[in-house]
C-alpha cells in the first residue's frame, strides 16, 4: 500500500536527515538539529501506523500526531533558518505542505466517520 502521504513523509524524512547532516558538519550546530532529526522523521513513522491503526479513532489519532511532529519540524525549520544555520527555504516548503496535507487527510477521515 502506497500513498502519497506515506510517499511524501518518507521523502521529508530523508531531506531532513541531509539538511541535519549538513547543518551539523558545516556549522557544528547539534542541539535543533538533534531536535528536528527527531521530530522531522517521527512524521512519517506515525502515518505509517496510522494505517495499521485499529479503526478509525486510532487512524485519525495518529494523524494527529503525525501533524503535531510536523508542526514541531516547522518551528525548528524556522529556527535554522532566522538564526542563520541553513538558507534553503525548499526545505520548509516542503513541511508546511505536508502538514496542509496532514489537516485535509484528518479532515476528510473525520468527515467519513460520521
Known amino acids: 500500500m502506497e500513498s502519497p502521504l506515506l510517499t511524501k513523509s518518507k521523502q ?3 531531506d531532513i536527515i541531509k539538511v ?3 547543518v551539523k558538519s558545516e556549522k557544528r550546530e547539534s542541539v ?3 531536535q528536528l532529526i527527531r521530530s522531522g522523521t517521527s512524521i512519517g513513522a506515525n ?3 496510522a494505517f495499521y491503526g485499529h479503526g478509525k479513532n486510532d487512524f485519525i ?3 494527529q500526531i503525525a501533524l503535531k511532529e510536523c508542526s514541531e519540524s516547522e518551528y525548528w525549520i524556522e529556527l ?3 538564526s542563520g544555520y541553513y538558507d534553503d527555504k525548499t526545505i520548509l516548503k516542503n513541511c508546511i505542505e505536508l502538514k496542509k496535507i496532514l489537516i485535509s487527510s ?3 477521515a473525520k468527515k ?3
Open 80 to 82: 535554522l533558518i532566522e
Open 106 to 108: 484528518i479532515n476528510t
Open 32 to 34: 535543533l538539529t538533534n
Open 47 to 49: 502515518i505509517r501506523e
Open 20 to 22: 541535519c547532516n549538513k
Open 61 to 63: 489519532a495518529k494523524l
Open 12 to 14: 521529508f524524512a530523508l
Open 112 to 114: 467519513n466517520d460520521k
